[in-house]
């Protein structure tokens, strides 16, 4: 093995030699190299399939990248040694060689920036989501600018870092190091900024951790353990003992199991809590021969992959099947060349890796090999699969990139057709394909066409061309036809067309003033096909139903397009002339309407209203086409025309015989009277004339309400509405409108007086209401002389006050006293209303009225909340007000000043002596003065107290003299002493020993 420099290697051996007996310095060097695996939590990471060694945070090796060839893609010499696996993000490649972190272009090759760790660099590369590469060597790990290669920051530790950095979601690193000569590890875990969170100190940690979906880190030790770490602390919340030094990085399955390899040569798989679940014997057991060198890799669908120092690369089903094995090509000593290197696994389960061989393999699930390629060095480290498909491998001194064969393009040819009829496809490849071709699946997106299932692109060839089948289709059909080839889609257009007819005709504009006239302005006519017509175009029939319009024999629409125009020619009229303009094509006529005028002509007539009370005026509003000029045919000398009016009703009706429209206007107005006569049922058409003619009609209507307004429409109960009731026409008379509403909350007359002014306006007052009310005001008025007058309704909302809030002032009080409760409501109370807020207390500690009443002007109410005496602990009380909802406040009742105990000292005197007795208070008032405790002897003739004993201020105890008197006989006396409580004590009085 020559991927270490002699000077290295014999610095390494003495260092590693001075902690590690019985084993080969070389060995535990490739072993570093190998295993160690940057691993940062999925949302840290760069948006990249390998943005750090073993690709993501469960260290599984699983990239979203697949389907790499044996191409090269380019070849970068470093001049120092690999020793570290690379990572792919940002357009970058990062990887150890020597002292340096190299930074690669992904595409090209090209090296674009080195930063010297000042000692040889054995971790691999971790990139996080804002671009910062953190990586680590001898004494120290460093935070690196990923576009400019600019330290960002630095943390020294006592030992050589061989374990590469991983980062939890929080964005917390976490890394171990490895005290050469002692032996010992720290297990750190840093925030972003640099600073140590916390750290663990074990055996020497060469492990890369990998970091659970619940965060748990997961790492290897020399001390033989598995360790499960909880993130936030570093407490160990697991762990598992194995045969020997568990230097690989662990790696995490799709159900939670954790699988590691010790050296004792065994693949261990265990659970998220580290129970044990199955092994295998996959390498050979530390000593003095080679150790087992690689870190397992678990695809998305539970499959280890596990590669030795024997030569074989294994593959286990979860539960510990061994599916397969795959043994290297033989040395010249005739053994299979060692796996130094961890699996890298693509999307579509190919695996790939690089023996000490010099070459990389590519093998698909089943074990067998789909290509090998020859980088002339042995692979050192473990290959990267990025995410567009690129492998990158570290051949001791250069960077191999092997491409990926993609689709690069897809053509058709027309774009457009009709269906029926075939067009031709063209794939092409971004780069030739590779030997025994390059086979892209096609598909079509609709059944209108129809493509092969594949087409066979020979080696060498960077493209290739196929037919497209096409079928008739009723209606225009966009298809898509795609490409698919190592996980990448091109896709192109086409679109199906039926066959072609004229879908549509039309003009513009639509009326015109014909001919010579110096107000003739030109028209064209478009014709709309149902796709786009044909390569040479399309012939479209055009034909004119009157001669005052002339058209085109035909037109013809371009190819590949859907419309085209054509000039209309319009002759003289004497009076508006519709004239049908049609287009046909495939036996299929469409038309539209071209109306030729004179140049000057009436539009409409309106009148207003159109149905009118008796004896009220009506004003009618002629239109004409323009404005009238003094050079228009029929204009007088002052440049006005004259528009004649007619009525097919003789009477009831007066109106003058015609109006002038003047100079520089095209709209004349003229007043209409209807007499008493003109009563329902009557009607009657007016017809204004003037180059044309038009009519409208007049109906004789009832005089009956046409509407009623509240403003405003929604109040809150006690205030009032404004109520607006309008006429349909007027009445000197007037009208009475008989009022009614649906809601006992609503004041309002009975009756208004609408008078001769067409409306009436009046207050409508409002009762305050406890929940949201709808109220359906309803008016009616009826006329003897002019009919049933009808009816109109108004809906009037009326909303409850709302209770904003309920106060305690104090919120804290001693038990017995009283707190002062406010309630408040929104709006103001309507002046000469009242609203009730209901009170209720869950604490019979503590007493309020079962309401308290708000009056008119003011937004809230106060009420006292009596609070009762007790010497127990502290309670609560929740005041709860409730109105159209509830609001509530917390009152903390503390205990009042009470009596706890009485002592006396001693409990047995002779007769005559004088006793101490001392009463206890549980709490003093918070104010000056004392508290008296009344004080009571149940047997006065031998016992003898004070009244009463005084607690001064501030303090608990008090103390009083008791007297006893000389007795016969022994007996005994109950002192009681009270204050809100009562607590005694028993004197047993006896007779004195002679």
């Known amino acids: 093995m020559n991927s270490i420099t002699t000077s290295e290697a014999s610095r390494l051996d003495s260092l590693v030699l001075a902690s590690r007996q019985n084993r080969s310095p070389v060995r535990l060097v490739l072993l570093l190299l ?101 990586v680590g060597a001898i004494n120290a790990l460093f935070a690196i600018n990923g576009s400019t290669g600019q330290q960002v920051w630095t943390f020294p530790v006592p030992g050589q870092i061989f374990s590469s950095p991983a980062i939890g979601p929080d964005g917390t690193i976490y890394v171990g190091d490895f005290e050469t000569y002692s032996g010992f590890g720290h297990f750190y875990a840093l925030s972003s900024a640099g600073a140590q969170k916390w750290s663990l100190q074990t055996a020497a ?114 539960d510990g099947t061994l599916n397969w094995t795959f043994t290297t090509a033989l040395d010249p000593y005739n053994n299979p060349y060692s796996i130094q290197s961890s699996p890298a696994l693509g999307s579509d389960g190919t695996v790939y890796i690089g023996p000490s061989d010099g070459n990389v393999y590519a093998l698909n699930p089943a074990g067998s090999v789909n290509w090998v390629a020859n980088v002339t060095n042995q692979t050192v480290s473990s290959p990267a699969l990025a995410q567009d498909g690129t492998l990158y491998v570290c051949a001791e001194t250069a960077l191999v990139a092997f491409k990926n064969v993609l689709p690069a393009s897809l053509t058709v040819s027309p774009t457009m057709l009709i269906g029926g009829t075939a067009a031709s496809g063209t794939i092409t490849l971004s780069t030739p394909a590779p030997v025994g071709g390059a086979v892209v699946t096609l598909t079509s997106s609709n059944s209108a066409a129809s493509v092969p299932p594949t087409i066979a692109i020979a080696a060498g060839s960077t493209s290739g061309a196929f037919a497209i089948a096409t079928t008739s289709v009723s209606q225009q059909t966009p298809v898509t036809i795609s490409g698919s080839l190592n996980g990448q889609s091109v896709t192109a257009s086409l679109t199906v067309n039926p066959l072609i007819v004229v879908s549509a005709v039309s003009v513009s504009p639509t009326t015109v003033v014909g001919g010579s006239s110096k107000d003739a302005v030109p028209v064209a006519g478009t014709v709309t096909l149902s796709g786009p017509a044909l390569p040479g175009g399309t012939l479209v029939t055009l034909a004119s139903g009157n001669s005052a ?49 004179p140049s000057l002509y009436i539009t409409s007539l309106t009148l207003d209203p159109s149905s009118v009370v008796a004896e009220n005026n009506v004003t009618g509003k002629v239109t004409l086409n323009r404005a009238v000029v003094r050079s228009d045919e029929n204009s007088d000398a002052r440049g006005a025309v004259w528009v004649s009016l007619t009525s097919n009703r003789k009477s009831g009706i007066s109106m ?78 007037g009208a009475v409108a008989k009022l009614e509403c649906n809601s006992p909350s609503v004041v309002l007359p009975k009756s208004v007086l609408i008078g001769a002014n067409q409306s009436v306006t009046f207050t409508v007052n409002t009762k305050v209401v406890s929940s949201l009310t709808t109220a359906v005001i309803s008016a009616r008025a009826d006329d003897a002389l002019a009919g049933p007058g009808g009816s109109a309704q108004a809906t009037l909302t009326i909303e409850p006050y709302e209770l904003m809030s309920v106060r305690l002032g104090p919120a804290s009080v001693l038990g017995g006293q009283t707190s002062l409760g406010t309630v408040i409501v929104s709006p103001d109370v309507a002046r000469g209303s009242t609203v009730d807020v209901m009170l209720a207390s869950d604490n019979r500690e503590a007493s309020v009225p079962s309401k308290v009443t708000i009056r008119g002007d003011s937004q809230r109410a106060t009420f006292n909340v009596q609070t009762l005496g007790f010497c127990l602990s502290p309670t609560y009380a929740v005041i709860t ?114």
């Open 34 to 134: 190998l295993l160690l695996g940057a691993v940062s939590a999925q949302a840290q990471l760069s948006n990249s399939a390998w943005a750090k060694f073993r690709g993501n945070a469960l260290n599984n090796g699983q990239s979203s990248g697949s389907a790499v060839t044996s191409t090269f893609r380019f070849t970068t010499p470093i001049t120092s040694a690999f020793y570290s696996s690379p990572c792919v993000a940002n357009g970058l490649v990062y990887v150890g060689a020597g002292s340096d972190l190299v930074a690669i272009n992904s595409d090209t090759g090209a090296i674009e920036w080195t930063f010297n760790a000042n000692s040889v660099i054995y971790s691999s590369p971790a990139v996080s989501a804002d671009g910062t590469v953190y």
């Open 205 to 318: 940690i060469v492990s890369s951790a990998a970091i659970g979906t619940d965060g748990t880190v997961y790492v290897g030790a020399d001390d033989s353990n598995v360790y499960a770490l909880d993130p936030a602390t570093g407490s160990t919340k697991y762990s598992y003992k194995t045969g020997d030094y568990v230097q690989g990085a662990p790696a995490i399955g799709p159900d939670g199991s954790v699988y590691a390899v010790s050296n004792d040569g065994y693949l261990y798989a265990l659970s998220s809590k580290l129970e044990f679940k199955w092994s295998s014997l996959v390498g050979i057991p530390h000593t003095y021969s080679p150790e087992y060198v690689s870190s397992p890799a678990v695809s998305s669908n539970g499959i280890v992959y596990v590669g030795s120092a024997n030569g074989h690369l294994y593959s286990f089903a979860s």
């Open 549 to 597: 319009a002339s058209v085109p024999s035909t037109v013809t629409v371009a190819a590949g397009s859907t419309t085209t125009t054509f000039a209309v020619k319009t002759s003289v009229v004497s009076q508006p002339t519709p004239v049908k303009v049609s287009a046909s094509l495939n036996g299929q006529t469409v038309s539209t309407t071209l109306t030729v005028t």
């Open 656 to 733: 003058p015989k015609g109006l002038l429209v003047l100079r520089g206007q095209n709209v004349g107005t003229v007043t209409l009277k209807v007499d008493k006569s003109f009563t329902p049922p009557v009607t009657a058409d007016i017809t204004a004339t003037f180059h044309g003619s038009a009519t409208a009609t007049l109906t004789a209507a009832y005089l009956r309400i046409s509407s009623i307004t509240l403003r405003p429409s929604t109040v809150v109960g006690g205030y009032s509405s404004t109520c607006t009731i309008t006429l349909n026409g007027k009445d000197a008379r």
């Open 881 to 994: 007000a409730t109105l159209n909802g509830s609001k509530s406040a917390r009152l903390t009742i503390d205990p009042d000043v009470c009596l706890t105990s009485v002592t006396v000292n001693p409990l047995q005197v002779n007769g005559g002596d004088t006793v101490t007795g001392k009463v206890y208070l549980n709490r003093n008032r918070p104010a000056t003065g004392q508290i008296v405790v009344t004080l009571r002897s149940s047997d006065t003739s031998i016992v003898q107290v004070p009244s009463t004993v005084e607690v001064s201020f501030g303090r608990l105890t008090a103390t009083f003299q008791i007297h006893t008197s000389k007795v016969q006989r022994t007996g005994s006396a109950i002192i009681t002493a009270t204050f809100n409580k009562s607590a005694t004590a028993t004197l047993r009085v006896v007779v004195p020993k002679k």
